[in-house]
């Protein structure tokens, strides 16, 4: 593992959460390279063990510039979300500074989460907008002990724009693995402009980061049609510190301390599909989103 040759501590002071943060793929290295930048990173993994060995690992490839706290939740339900919200509000009370929404999978079969959604749908966007939501305040927090906007990330895909729209998050009928994953997406992506467009101007920056084709665990883990790209395209993809590029970039940069509702490559910033600019789709998303949220917080009061 190359090590960071040159840091400069652009986030030293800073805590930053990042969820997925397995060995081998994009969330390890952008905690890496965050850590590498003197950041408190709190490394996310499904159990505690699993992010214990994420934070041994860190410790060992980094440069010895950042602190690493193993936070655990599995987020494949609102729940698990909030978990890991509550989880990072102990190890970081006074705040954070950055929320890097990693954490992602696909499903050769159509399974539903415990909150009745399919789970392509429920971990690739109802979970990131249940942690996003849950950490408002913190990251507001964070943003008043700086004096400048925390910063959020998603991580979308190049290929969201062949998503669908759909309002019944279940995904009935007809199941597709790849078509689950860019359904889901492309829903996150609507998402993130909306709560970017509402967050403007309030202390938290929302951005989207597309990796690009890139060698991780991904595709091994989903199985099926993305277990094979992964295994015969390998060759042709990047390491996963590529798809980390862009994480780094906008947490890191002076440049774009107020820069929000982006989608950016590793490199720069671009333009995501006709579809996901369309703004009454991206009202639609974050209404039905907010709908959902709000009720599982109603039936956890019952």
């Known amino acids: 593992m190359s090590k960071n040759p040159s840091p400069s501590g652009r986030l030293r002071g800073q805590t930053v959460l990042v969820t997925g943060t397995t060995k081998g793929g994009i969330g390890y290295e952008t905690?890496?390279?965050?850590?590498?930048?003197?950041?408190?990173?709190?490394?996310?993994?499904?159990t505690q063990e699993?992010?214990?060995?994420?934070?041994?690992?860190?410790?060992?490839?980094?440069?010895?510039?950042?602190?690493f706290i193993p936070v655990a939740a599995d987020l494949s339900s609102?729940?698990?979300?909030?978990?890991?919200?509550?989880?990072?509000?102990?190890?970081?009370?006074?705040?954070?500074?950055?929320?890097?929404?990693?954490?992602?999978?696909?499903?050769?079969?159509?399974?539903?989460?415990?909150?009745?959604?399919?789970m392509t749908m429920a971990?690739?966007?109802?979970?990131?907008?249940?942690?996003?939501?849950?950490?408002?305040?913190?990251?507001?927090?964070?943003?008043?002990?700086?004096g400048r906007p925390s910063r959020v990330v998603s991580m979308t895909a190049l290929i969201e724009g062949r998503g669908k729209v759909?309002?019944?998050?279940?995904?009935?009928?007809?199941?597709?693995?790849?078509?689950?994953?860019?359904?889901?997406?492309?829903?996150?992506?609507?998402?993130?402009y909306a709560l970017a467009r509402r967050l403007d101007g309030h202390g938290i920056t929302v951005n989207?980061?597309?990796?690009?084709s890139v060698r991780s665990g991904f595709g091994a883990k989903a199985g099926g049609t993305f277990g094979l790209m992964a295994r015969f395209g390998a060759p042709l993809y990047g390491p996963p510190s590529k798809g980390s590029r862009g994480v780094v970039r906008i947490m890191t940069d002076p440049g774009l301390a107020t820069a929000t509702g982006g989608y950016h490559t590793p490199a720069k910033l671009k333009k995501s599909s006709k579809k996901s600019r369309t703004q009454h789709l991206q009202e639609q998303v974050y209404l039905q989103t907010e709908r959902l949220l709000r009720a599982h917080c109603d039936n956890q009061r019952v």
């Open 166 to 192: 759909e309002t019944d998050w279940s995904f009935p009928g007809k199941y597709s693995q790849t078509q689950a994953y860019f359904n889901a997406k492309l829903t996150n992506l609507l998402w993130v």
């Open 50 to 67: 699993a992010a214990r060995a994420s934070v041994e690992s860190l410790v060992g490839d980094g440069n010895g510039a950042g602190r």
């Open 208 to 212: 989207a980061v597309s990796p690009g």
């Open 31 to 46: 905690a890496r390279l965050l850590g590498d930048e003197g950041a408190t990173v709190l490394t996310h993994g499904r």
């Open 123 to 146: 971990i690739n966007h109802v979970a990131v907008a249940a942690l996003t939501d849950a950490l408002l305040d913190l990251l507001h927090a964070g943003a008043d002990s700086l």
């Open 78 to 118: 609102i729940a698990g979300a909030r978990q890991l919200a509550n989880a990072a509000r102990a190890a970081a009370p006074q705040g954070i500074h950055g929320l890097v929404n990693n954490a992602g999978a696909g499903f050769t079969a159509r399974r539903l989460s415990p909150d009745g959604i399919e």
